[in-house]
């Protein structure tokens, strides 16, 4: 290779690299922020599944699975937590509780049901970092508040799909998280024989 195709080869090269950072960089934390969120809420299913690892607050660690199905139906697993567990489905605004071996129901507000769900849907970008290459495959990366951490300035380090925007893994010291989309099998189904506690 002659020394000027050499030097056009690195040029080009750093131009490449530099490219795919300025493209990463050129989305502000906002409209990333709006854009995850809006791939959250336009799938039509999703698991969210994260693995608690042991720590001083659960020395066992644990499980949390977060179901969504559009347009209207939402479940949480709890596991393992030092809450205790937790097992409740939303449809509409109707809320289900497992309680023993049944289920309790009631009527919630929008209020309160964004409210319980605002950790699965509302993402919080706090920056973007460059894309990068896993597995041969290019993904956008950015850091959010982790809003199941113990403290208000915990953050997790996740990655998102490029084209859809939809996250695919998060993670820090406590919680690993890794995101399912649009599994046909995935139902959410209404609780049978759900005792009402707002007669």
């Not at 799938?43 to 969210?48: G, K, L, S």
């Not at 990366?141 to 113990?150: A, C, I, K, L």
């Not at 406590?174 to 759900?194: G, H, K, L």
Request: proline residues 6%.
């Amino acid at each position: 290779m002659t020394q000027t195709l050499r030097l056009c080869a690195i040029g080009l090269a750093l131009l490449t690299t530099t490219a795919t950072t300025a493209r990463a960089a050129d989305v502000s934390p906002a409209a990333l922020q709006a854009k995850v969120r809006a791939a959250l809420r336009n799938a039509h299913a999703f698991v969210e599944s994260v693995t608690i690892k042991p720590n001083l607050l659960a020395p066992l660690g644990g499980t949390m699975t977060f179901t969504a199905v559009a347009p209207n139906r939402y479940h949480q697993v709890v596991v393992g937590t030092p809450g205790g567990n937790d097992d409740t489905i939303i449809i509409g605004h109707e809320v289900y509780g497992r309680k023993g071996n049944g289920w309790t129901v009631q009527t919630w507000s929008d209020y309160l049901v964004s409210g319980f769900e605002e950790d699965t849907f509302d993402v919080k970008v706090l920056s973007v970092g460059p894309d990068q290459t896993t597995s041969g495959k290019t993904v956008g990366t950015f850091v959010s508040q982790d809003p199941r951490g113990p403290k208000p300035t915990d953050s997790l380090q996740c990655t998102y799909d490029t084209t859809t925007f939809r996250p695919l893994t998060c993670a820090n010291s406590i919680f690993a998280i890794a995101y399912a989309y649009d599994d046909p099998t995935v139902a959410i189904e209404r609780p049978a024989n759900a005792v009402r506690l707002d007669k």
